[in-house]
Structure formats: structure tokens, C-alpha cells
């Protein structure tokens, strides 16, 4: 089970910081990712880090901007969004992947197994 918090109202250019709080099971062994979702648009990936927190991963929207981080001994990982933009705006969950993947990151929606159940950040202009 995945909870995300730390979501809500911000005006462009200001910061956001997500957390993800994992229960039920270890996620240490598992891929993690950050997708969102606008209205009425497809899920994507915005950012993932490997198991050990080796490698990570972004999508070109939030490069320089977003930083993800984990912290395996709380079970937990975290998004960290600045310079935010109106276009940031949509529901934004955490996902864990089923397989290991090593070093490497998965991006797509269908290589995470486990979601959460999303927290809206609208962006005002």
C-alpha cells in the first residue's frame, strides 16, 4: 500500500514536496516512480529511482526542476517539484514496480505494479 501526500495549491513558480509512505510490505527491493495525470490526459511518467537509489530518472518536463529521492529504511520516497508551472498541474502518484530492475529505472505505467492514490497539485498562474 502507497500513500502520497504533500500535495495542494501553488503558484508558479514556487516548490512542492510529495512524499510517498509505504506500508504493507517493503518496497526496499522495488523500483519507484512519480506519474501524473491531467484531466483529460494519459498518465506519465515524471521521475523514478532505482531500488538502491542508485540511478535515477527523469521525464524532459521536469528535469532541472524535480528531484526524487528515497529513503529505504522508512519505506518511503519523495518528489521534490521547484520553479513549478501551470502546466504541472494534475493528480500526481507514487508507484512501486513487482521486479527488482537492478540499476535500472522503468517508466512505464505498465512496469509498476503497486499505486497509490494521488494527490492533486493545481499550479495557478
Known amino acids: 500500500q502507497l500513500v502520497e501526500s504533500g500535495g495542494g495549491l501553488v503558484q508558479a513558480g514556487g516548490s512542492l514536496r510529495l512524499s510517498c509512505a509505504a506500508s504493507?510490505?517493503?518496497?526496499?527491493?522495488?523500483?519507484m516512480g512519480w506519474f501524473r495525470q491531467a484531466p483529460g490526459k494519459e498518465r506519465e511518467f515524471v521521475a523514478g529511482i532505482s531500488r538502491s537509489g542508485g540511478s535515477t530518472y527523469y521525464a524532459d518536463s521536469g528535469k532541472g526542476r524535480f528531484t526524487i529521492s528515497r529513503d529505504n529504511a522508512k519505506n518511503s520516497v519523495s518528489l521534490q517539484m521547484n520553479t513549478l508551472k501551470p502546466e504541472d498541474t494534475a493528480v500526481y502518484y507514487c508507484?512501486?514496480?513487482?521486479?527488482?530492475?537492478?540499476?535500472?529505472?522503468?517508466?512505464?505505467?505498465?512496469?509498476?505494479?503497486?499505486w497509490g492514490p494521488g494527490t492533486l497539485v493545481p499550479v495557478s498562474s
Open positions: 504493507g510490505r517493503t518496497f526496499s527491493t522495488s523500483a
Open positions: 508507484a512501486a514496480s513487482q521486479a527488482s530492475w537492478g540499476a535500472l529505472v522503468p517508466v512505464a505505467v505498465f512496469q509498476y505494479a503497486y
